[in-house]
């Protein structure tokens, strides 16, 4: 984001401050080279902005109130507000999946089966009207063949609402008591008729077994009629388009809606279905792109975010010079094919193998490579099936996947993985898998920390849920519910490890489509082109399901760059005025923006990237510190408490506060984010403060800016290690040592001038007042919250001072 931490204040002598600013210029100079050279691309920068946000799993229905409450009135017409559905993963799931797996109850609650649910607020009802954009909620209660409650959980049950335009998946809630509840949505635009069905699949927890096919009940319980009834004065939140953060997320609830109808497509002889032109754009905010990118007649998925339909030259401009590594199933095989096939321009490649590892050029511009290696994981030995993650049981087959993170001109910059439907057949039972997923971590885990050890940057992990399996595949050992429950086991102990970057929901995409076999083949969702027919006798297209998850994958691997690509590609001269501008949401959330100065650098080069930089930091400075002295008060004084090495600077501040800001702005003494809020309440007013920021953050945005000027033309270095000349590596040392030694001369530097500032005014670096250690540091608040807040020193008595030395 911006400046690093700094902190320093003082105005030496002439001498002392060319002395400082000469070091300082120096010391960041050379980082930037040892930087350059040792392999610091814009990736590098971006993978520290990573989400490692909390996680939580799927059967969680989010605002399960029947009727949330509005969210705000509109000034002329009120307008009720309502969220969107969304999902959760349990928490601790594998341990209370097990836990629930031998629920309480007795032998005779525990041998009751469920045959038949009542759902009190839908039966009897034919056509039930619902207000279209609201959450509903519905409970139903399992049945025994006798009529009376069932009093465990663990019934497996597919629901599925559809209708024209609209598919999705309405989440279920297991309540562990034989009582269930499924949550319904529909968004205004798509209001009219809809069908609800209810499969009871498995019946408690059956469905996890190793043979579970003999104890599949695989009934439609219910398909109830319902009418989504739009009404003007419900609103729920647009749907924005996709960040980096939108794949923290570990469970989603998306649907797919379809934009284009056309049932008459085009199909040519290699199979390929054209329904739609190939510019026919996406009606925002559902995605983002045109539509006849995925081949489809009309559907495209979206959940809690709006995915981008990537062109061959908007991929290429992200994948460029990348290496893709995919661990996993087969359905992978089918996803590298669709990406080259449709997105990448290399229609000659009709069948991945299982072992797979090529370096692929874009047909436009033969210098823009990317490589992928894929390996299935569902055995060993690639011509045979079915062990999973069972297949780290062999040294070889260890030691394959190893050679690929040991290469000597680096390692794989993304890792795409999965379990998959192999572990479905393999896993005698749940606590089996659930210990073969825990080692499947450790030895990830393991390669990462050897890949550290040589001084790369361990690849992002983006975790990908093996698909829900179809038709005559749902009662198998790979059936949806061990398939659901295998993907969460194997995510939570992945997330153990701290490897996972991002999740991508495959379970969720490709649900909806699961049950008539049109667009797979029972365990696949992207096999190639054909003229084949669906089960209802029309011909259908076999991949655009595959193709979705294409993109999907796309969003996950590129959107954090895109907002540099749109500063670059679309706004023209109105450029660096945006990216200044994207410093202020920024640096008031305390969100790292080094990526933003990098940025400026490789956008626009030196002169106007400094000045776009050094502008949009201080704008956001500015910002946070107007928030502080406001609303953000109360937060401000509460945090004083965290930084006691504050109280010193205030002091020093009161008299001298144009000085106090601008060294600590050079020196590291107080967190960067945080600053900008601590100062807010002292008495420096806007305009010094400012004045000191900037010229404060000078050095380092400078630094930062040069850096992204140099990494546009050094990005492969660490791809080409074992081509460092003799020289080149002498240089890299010296390099290296001159900027420690000059760091610490410059960090000394600064230091005294610092702890010689404060002590002029009675202070002391480490937050005590130097001319009195003892006295009491108090805080209020003033009536208006446009002016400082006075720290007040209060002195004591001579009789507590005694007191205290004691």
Known sequence: ?????????????????????????????????????????????????????????????????????????????????????????????????LKNWSAPGGEKCREAKTVEISVPNLDGKDP??????????????????????????????????????????????????????????????????????????????????????????NRKLRSFKLRFVEKNDVVLPELRQCVKSDFGRDVWSGRWTRLGKNDECKISDDGRYRCLDDNFPCRKPWCDGALGELESNGWVYSSHCSFKLFSGDSAWSCLKNKWIFFWGD??????????????????????????????????????????????????????????????????????????????????????????????GVHWSNLRAFAKGAKTAAAFWRNVFDSVKRRGFEPPEVVFRNTIATGGYARELAFNPSKMEVFNGVFLEKMKEFGLVSGVIDNFDMTYPWHYDNRCNDGVHYGRAPAKMRWRDGEIGHQYFVDLMLVHVLLNALCLLKDFLLWVEQDLGPWGPLALAVAYIPLTVLAVP????????????????????????????????????????????????????????????????GFKICLLLRLAPLLPFSMLNYLLSVTPITLGPYLLSSWLG??????????????????????????????????????????????????????????????????????????????????????????????????????????????
């Open 593 to 656: 923006a080094s990526v933003l100065t990098i940025g400026g650098g490789y956008l626009f080069g030196l002169p106007i990237g400094f000045v776009a930089d050094s502008v949009g930091a201080t704008l956001g400075s500015g910002a946070a510190f107007l928030l502080g002295r406001t609303i953000g008060k109360p937060f401000v004084v509460a945090k004083l408490k965290d930084y006691p090495q504050f109280q010193s600077v205030a002091l020093a501040i009161e008299k001298s």
């Open 1 to 97: 984001m911006t400046p690093s931490p700094a902190l320093s204040h003082h105005r030496p002598s002439p001498l002392h401050q060319w002395r400082f600013s000469v070091l300082t210029s120096l010391v960041f100079f050379l980082m930037v080279i040892v930087w350059s050279i040792d392999g610091c691309t814009i990736k590098t920068f971006i993978d520290s902005w990573r989400l490692n946000a909390s996680y939580s799993m799927r059967v969680t229905a989010s605002s399960p109130s029947a009727k949330p409450k509005p969210h705000s009135l509109d000034l002329d017409t009120t307008q009720v507000k309502f969220n969107w559905i969304s999902s959760e993963m349990e928490q601790n799931f594998t341990a209370n999946l």
């Open 128 to 217: 039930v009207h619902l207000t279209a954009g609201e959450i509903h909620e519905f409970r139903f209660q399992s049945l025994d063949e006798t009529g009376k409650p069932v009093c465990v959980g663990g019934d497996y049950f597919e629901t599925d609402l559809s209708g024209g335009n609209w598919k999705s998946r309405p989440p279920v809630k297991d309540l562990t008591n034989g009582t269930y509840s499924v949550s319904l949505q529909i968004h205004p635009e798509f209001a009219g008729d809809y069908n609800l069905t209810v499969i009871l699949l498995f019946r408690h927890f059956q469905g996890l077994k190793l043979s579970p096919a003999r104890f599949a009940f």
């Open 697 to 806: 953050m000078m050095p380092i945005t400078l630094a930062l800016v040069y850096a992204g000027t140099t990494l546009k033309d050094l990005s492969d270095v660490t791809h080409k290690w074992s081509e460092f000349s003799i020289g080149r590596w002498a240089f890299l040392i010296s390099s290296l040592v001159i900027s420690v030694i000059l760091m610490v001369c410059v960090t000394k530097v600064a230091q005294n001038a610092l702890r010689k500032a404060l002590a002029e005014h009675g202070g002391d670096m480490n937050g005590a007042v130097a001319a009195s250690p003892e006295l009491n540091v108090t805080t209020e608040t003033p009536d208006d919250l446009n002016e400082p807040l006075l720290i007040k020193i209060e002195p004591q008595s001579p009789q507590n001072q005694e007191n205290n030395s004691h």
């Open 330 to 423: 087969s359905n992978h095989v089918d996803t590298i094919r669709n990406l080259l096939n449709f997105v990448l321009g290399h229609p000659e490649i009709g069948a991945v193998p299982r072992r797979f590892d090529l370096k692929f050029s874009n047909p436009k511009n033969s210098s823009e490579t990317v490589r992928i290696t894929s390996i299935f994981n569902g055995h060993w030995n690639e011509t045979q099936n079915y062990q999973g993650l069972d297949s780290l049981r062999d040294h070889g087959f260890r030691e394959l996947l190893r050679s690929y993170f040991a290469e000597e001109t680096g390692v794989p910059d993304v890792m795409i993985v999965n379990s998959g439907l192999h572990d």
